[in-house]
């Protein structure tokens, strides 16, 4: 299916790169980090979603996902047909840290060169802002589509997911038949995401004095224990899947290591209760059900291995007390690997859409980590394409900042990526 170049031109000639910039700067300057004890949260940026969508004459739609929480649903219905697509961008943004760190305001949307520098500029109001300005272009262009456009401007992207699930729960994605994730990717387009399984382990053992050891049962043994089978795990499984072409090498990496897992910790003081948290990320064909077997099995082994330790020491020292040894696994969150067939409508516009903006041949490539998109592919089995501006390594970092240029190439990206998906057979 050709699009007539007139079609093409009409569409890119209402992208508005000032109102692009100056959205993004207002979406920046709003502090959105959920942080209920400084009172703040998604809303304000809402706020701002939801009137400039109003205004470019949108259906708008405001779901109190969770106080000061709001999900924002644009919808517009652009002509006949069974096709939605969705764009879905998250309000929400990490802390900015220490602020003393950052050379710029980190909510102060400043503009350097052609860098807009502050928390969320790339990780992802940017891209919000530039799949907002898409919509209203094709709205404004009056170019014949065939099917519905959908903005998901959610909340909690960054912690829980809270505003996909809600979304999806609320039936919002029921008649959705592909989705752009926009999030930053530096331009490439890609069509997997590593699974991402969290998971906790508690070891209850017994506190006593460090000066007076063994009246207790430290929790040290069956930590280290863990940690080492945990590496264990992760070898197993490079051996057994091998570093995806997209997505790299899966992994187990314990992140948090809490020894007491409460209260202050005490150079004197033997932890009776430690915790390991464990951020586990997988590629896909490796099975989920199966991780968490191989977790339990692990806590199992480990508690029975340092119970045999315990037991061979105090017969050693001629020793008798109460070696009740605890190790409780919890899995924590579970998010599976998604994977787009390339040959997907959406996929080949996205493409197509690159290719006419660029110039050049486009770059798939994986997500390390998982989106909102991730549920709606593991849920609602919505093909699903991740792409925008910013490079990948900026987000969650001090200076955080997204390119303008590329940032307004994103924009016409995006239009071009629904007007072929949405383009009527014909072309016209």
């Known amino acids: 299916m050709e699009i007539p170049q007139k079609v093409i031109d009409k569409v890119l000639s209402h992208i508005d790169t000032e109102e692009l910039i100056d959205l993004t700067g207002r979406l920046v300057c709003t502090n959105t980090v959920w942080d209920p004890a400084a009172g703040t949260s998604e809303e304000p940026a809402a706020k701002v979603v939801a009137e400039w969508a109003s205004g470019k004459g949108f259906d708008v739609r405001w779901d109190e996902v969770a106080p000061g929480r709001p999900n924002i649903i644009i919808r517009w219905q652009a002509g006949p047909g069974k096709r939605t697509l969705m764009f879905e961008g998250h309000t929400d943004v990490v802390t900015p840290g220490d602020a003393s760190a950052w050379s710029f305001d980190p909510f102060g949307g400043q503009i350097a060169g052609r860098r807009m520098y502050g928390r969320g500029a790339n990780d992802t109001k940017g891209n919000l802002a530039a799949m907002l300005i898409a919509m209203a272009a094709l709205k404004r262009s009056g170019v014949r589509l065939a099917g519905t456009i959908v903005g998901g401007v959610l909340c909690d992207e960054e912690d829980q997911m809270l505003g996909v699930q809600d979304f999806i729960d609320r039936g919002h994605a029921d008649k959705v038949t592909a989705a752009v994730i926009c999030e930053p990717q530096d331009g490439l387009i890609c069509c997997t995401q590593k699974g991402a399984l969290r998971a906790c382990f508690t070891i209850t053992g017994r506190m006593s004095h460090g000066a007076i050891p063994l009246s207790g049962l430290n929790s040290a043994p069956a930590v280290s224990r863990l940690i080492d089978g945990l590496h264990l795990l992760e070898l197993e499984a490079i051996k057994a899947f091998g570093k995806d072409k997209y997505l790299g090498w899966p992994s187990f990496t314990p992140t948090v290591i809490q020894?007491?897992?409460?209260?202050?910790?005490?150079?004197?003081?033997?932890?009776?209760?430690?915790?390991?948290?464990?951020?586990?990320?997988?590629?896909?064909?490796?099975?989920?059900?199966k991780i968490i077997t191989a977790l339990n099995r692990l806590a199992s082994e480990t508690g029975n291995k340092v119970l045999l330790h315990y037991e061979a020491y105090d017969r050693l020292l001629n020793l008798d007390r109460n070696r009740n040894l605890h190790i409780l696994p919890e899995v924590l969150s579970d998010r599976p690997c998604t994977l787009t067939d390339i040959n997907d409508p959406v996929v080949t516009a996205a493409d197509w859409a690159t290719r006419r903006i660029t110039g050049g041949i486009p770059e798939y490539a994986g997500v390390p980590g998982a989106t909102d998109g991730t549920f709606l592919w593991a849920q609602k089995k919505i093909p699903i394409v991740t792409m925008g501006a910013g490079d990948r390594h900026v987000p969650h970092q001090v200076d955080e900042?997204?390119?303008?240029?590329?940032?307004?190439?994103?924009?016409?990206?995006?239009?071009?990526?629904?007007?072929?998906?949405?383009m009527p057979q014909g072309g016209k």
């Open 259 to 289: 020894a007491p897992a409460r209260g202050a910790p005490q150079l004197n003081v033997i932890p009776g209760l430690a915790r390991i948290l464990v951020d586990i990320r997988t590629v896909p064909n490796q099975s989920h059900p």
């Open 401 to 422: 900042w997204v390119d303008l240029d590329q940032l307004a190439e994103t924009a016409r990206i995006y239009a071009l990526t629904a007007l072929r998906y949405l």
